[in-house]
């Protein structure tokens, strides 16, 4: 029965991020998943709890890859550049969860509990704690994280717009790799000594 239950966990994660939590329903999950709505329902919870078990599932995924690499990083600015990367990194691994969230952001499943406060704040405030004594006065720990994260979903769910020579909109590798060492600048910028 887990896998089962994992399976439709797994159908339920790809159509709140296609349609968001609002406009699916369980019998669009249930035939997605090639079952009858009661054995969604049996398996999984209703849908606010399904929900709730697909956002804790992607949050759980995060947190595990931002706490790893806030224990194996290198302490000072290495430290915030070694978190971009694992942030980026698993971002460009999961867009479905990046999708979750931009639903979520634009008022998408009002309704259900404060997911933000369980699970994303806590990680947030590790993750301040961690970057203290970093910025120099006038620059604020938690802008900058914000402005990494806000820079990541927009590269990822829009794409970049160059102006100043052709290219594609496409996250492909050079311009991802690109946006990483804009990334890092951006980091090292904002927690350089002023002076």
Not at 50 to 58: D, F, G, I, K, S
Not at 82 to 103: G, I, M, R, T
Request: hydrophobic residues 45%; aromatic residues 10%; contains cysteine.
């Amino acid at each position: 029965m887990d896998a089962e239950r994992d399976r439709l966990i797994g159908v339920a994660t790809r159509l709140f991020a296609e349609l968001g939590y609002d406009w699916t329903s369980m019998r669009m999950i249930a035939d997605a998943a090639g079952v009858d709505p009661e054995q969604v329902t049996q398996a999984v919870g209703d849908k606010p709890e399904l929900y709730q078990e697909v956002m804790a599932r992607a949050l759980r995924a995060e947190q595990e890859v931002v706490r790893s690499a806030l224990r194996s990083a290198t302490p000072g600015v290495q430290a915030a550049l070694d978190l971009v990367d694992a942030y980026l990194d698993f971002n460009l691994a999961h867009p479905e969860y990046l999708s979750l969230w931009l639903h979520r952001w634009t008022g998408d499943a009002a309704d259900t509990p404060d997911l933000e406060g369980l699970y994303s704040r806590p990680l947030a405030f590790e993750v301040a704690e961690a970057m203290q004594g970093l910025t120099p006065d006038g620059v604020s720990v938690d802008h900058l994280l914000w402005t990494v994260v806000w820079c990541v979903y927009g590269f990822l769910s829009g794409g970049v717009r160059y102006v100043s020579r052709q290219r594609g909109d496409e996250a492909d590798p050079e311009a991802v790799e690109e946006f990483r060492a804009y990334l890092h600048t951006l980091v090292r910028r904002m927690t350089a000594p002023v002076g």
